[in-house]
C-alpha cells in the first residue's frame, strides 16, 4: 500500500555529520530530525515492509511573504540520504530495499517541508 507523508525539511548534507574524538558521527540535528520524522511517519501509520520500495520525496522551499519560493533552499538531492536514514525501520527494514528514488521541487509552503511517498514494488 502506499503512504505519503509530509515531514519538516531536513537538515543540509553539511550538517547531518560532524567529527568527534578523531570519528565522525551523525550530528545532534541529524538525529533529532530523523527522530521527529520516524515518529510522524508511524504516527501516520506505516510500517516496515520487507519488499521492493520506491521513494519520491518532494523537497518545498519555504515561501516568501509575497508567495515566491523561497531562493535560499536545499538542493533536490539534499534530502534523499537523511529521509532515507530515518525512514529505515519504519517504512522498510533496510535501505537496501528502496530500488527507485525520485527527488523534485514541489511548490513553496510557508515553512517549507518535504513530502515523501513510499511504494511497494
Known sequence: MTSTIFLPT????NRLWRSYQG???KSGVA???QAQAALLARAKGIQPTDGAIALAIVLHPRRTKTGAASKVRLDVDAP??????????VAYVDDKQVIRVSSEIGYPLQDGG??????PL
Open 114 to 119: 518535504i513530502t515523501v511517498t513510499v511504494t
Open 80 to 89: 534523499i540520504k537523511a529521509t532515507m536514514d530515518a525512514l529505515q525501520g
Open 10 to 13: 531536513p537538515p543540509g548534507a
Open 23 to 25: 570519528r565522525t558521527v
Open 31 to 33: 538525529r533529532s530530525w
